[in-house]
Each structure stands twice: as C-alpha cells, then as structure tokens.
C-alpha cells in the first residue's frame, strides 16, 4: 500500500493522491485516485469527506503510468485487477472493519483499510 501526494486542484479540495496496493495472495494491483473534499455545511462532526475513483484524469495519467512501471519492476506478472471485480461482495466474509455481506474482494485480497486512510 503506497501514495502519491499530489497538489490540490480546486477549492475545497484538501488532500489529493494516487494510490496503490499490491497483492500477495493473487498478482493483482489497483491504483486510484484520491482526495478528500471540505464539506460545506459539515455534516455533525465531520467537515470533510474522502473520494476514490478509479477513472484517473488526464494529470494522474503520467504519475500512475510511472506507478505501474515500478509495480511492474518488483512484480513481474501483475496485472490490474478491473474494479468491476474487485468491487464485489463476498458473502460470508468478515473483515476487520466489514460485517459478513460487506466485505469486497478488493478488502479481502489487498487489506479492508485500503479506503478508510483519513
């Protein structure tokens, strides 16, 4: 599990990344993008919230291709695992922040902290 810190690039934006995880019990990878938003009102006690997206723009192209050449260096035969599959529910399975029917195949092979990083 690693990140990229970028600049922040509208307002309201406070933290903006590209991450990635690597797996050792299947040779899959994931790589994302990252940020967390001001919300405006905040909700209760909490003033901002953390977006992924799998859909990279056109400036994290560049940095997530340098990424993925460095993955591919020091995991020979990883490849990317399509968010369609890693996104699904695994019944039955519980993790250490997912109940049974939550937890997804990208909590179960890579770590179910992955999306929860302030």
């Avoid at 922040?8 to 406070?14: D, F, L, S, T, Y």
């Avoid at 209760?44 to 591919?72: N, P």
């Avoid at 020979?76 to 049974?100: K, Q, S």
Wanted: aromatic share 10%; with cysteine.
């Amino acid at each position: 599990m690693g990140a990229l810190w970028l600049p922040v690039r509208e307002p309201g934006e406070e933290q903006h990344e590209l991450g990635f995880v690597v797996s050792f019990v299947v040779p899959y990878y994931v790589v994302y993008s990252s940020r967390t938003v001001r919300l405006a009102p905040p909700i209760g006690l909490r003033d901002s919230k953390r977006e992924l997206s799998f859909e990279l723009s056109a400036c994290e192209l560049a940095f997530a291709t340098g990424i993925v050449e460095e993955i591919a260096g020091s995991f020979p035969g990883h490849g990317p695992m399509p968010p369609e599959v890693g996104n699904t529910i695994v019944p039955d399975v519980c993790t250490d922040l997912r109940a049974p029917g939550e937890a997804t195949l990208f909590d179960c092979l890579f770590s179910d902290s992955w999306t929860s990083r302030p």
